[in-house]
């Protein structure tokens, strides 16, 4: 039998199309319960490739004769060999191109919305990790909002559909990636802005982002209106775009809110955040879409694989948005927090611009799930 | 650390490093230790849980000049 290979993007089609699909993981244990490929209709059988060395016999009434099967590994190395393995069994399977190396990579544009006065937003969907991007486009100007390390997609993307990056924002300082913020700014010659209250230590130059700014793009005059919205740092500022789009930063997502402690200053900043998201947010129009950057689990994704919901039935549907007890409100986000993402203080400093740890080392800063909410 | 064997497994990728290992581990005989040379990142975590399923002790590693030293005791 053949041993087929299966590409990132080929895997999210599976993901965002809700099929199903048989992973065999042949990372560690440990690598495997920290972080996996998440799809609804996605079923696992974890084996280090190391236990299968002498041959994959033991394991051939584990794998289903009947559905799509694809090998795991982080690198992709483990798994053409034991999916060559499988073959020689008289399976056809596939193995992942690059591994989880590859799929915590991949970006997905998907396009969430028009604006009125013509162009359009497209949010980059960053399936493994669970990180969301932005990109909006008026008249051949294009902005883009909490870029990631992998910035080759974003200038590809917009060469294609002919526009010009001319301004490029963060909502906040990311404690779980690694910005591509700054680089594309340096690559395009457009504008690099960041809170100024997080950026106090950044060792580069840029254009301070303040509440109330208000940044055109593309002759049409589409607004993009900063919102300051402390809490999960003390500088995260949210956007609305055309009056229509609320991109909350890591603030406020679909199914959870954001968590103060990423800086180090939980308890000081869950009163910005009970402020933010209980105050400032409820002035804003129910029917603005709300963009968050990150989503946790698969379950968030709509039909499309695009992450968005409208202001509104977050206030009806999220726990994080109706807990009437300050008390309570507190306790939630400050004890009991899921565990911090991997390498949190060196992904600062980088974003600060303190280390530059080459591309290997930054890839192994980012790995596993962002984890930057609390439920 | 006094080896009974070392076994370069430098510039190799994953599952190289450990297949290499699996092989020389079988030269020796219990209680005897291998050295190993690698630079493939993975390898830690992963020689640690090989060495642990397969009844190996894990005595020392250490990071020499991007170069990852192991030393593996023979169950």
Known sequence: MTVNVMNSKEVTKKVFNKEELFILDVRNESDFQDWKIEGENFAYFNIPYFELLDGVEGIMDKIPSDKEVLVVCAKEGSSIMVAEMLSDEGLTVSYLEGGMKAWSEHLEPVKVGDLKDGGEIYQFVRIGKGCLSYMVVSNGDAAIIDASRITDIYLEFADSIGAKITHVFDTHLHADHISGGRSIAEKTNASYWLPPKDATEVTFAYKPLEDGNLVEIGNVKINIHALYSPGHTIGSTSFIVDEKFLLSGDILFIDSIGRPDLAGLAQDWVGDLRESLYKRYRELSEELVVLPAHFMIIEELNEDGSVSEKLGTLYAKNHGLNIEDENEFRKLVTENLPPQPNAYQEIRETNMGKINPDEEKQREMEIGPNRCAVR | ?75
């Open chain 2, 1 to 75: 650390m006094e080896a009974n064997k070392v076994l370069d497994a430098k510039g190799l990728a994953c599952p190289m490093p450990i297949v290499k290992t699996k092989k020389a581990m079988n030269e020796l005989e219990s209680g005897q230790v291998l050295e190993i040379h690698a630079t493939d990142k993975g390898a830690k975590n992963d020689l640690a849980a090989w060495a642990k399923s397969g009844g190996h002790e894990l005595i020392q590693h250490e990071v020499e000049n991007d170069v990852l030293k192991f030393w593996i005791k023979k169950g």
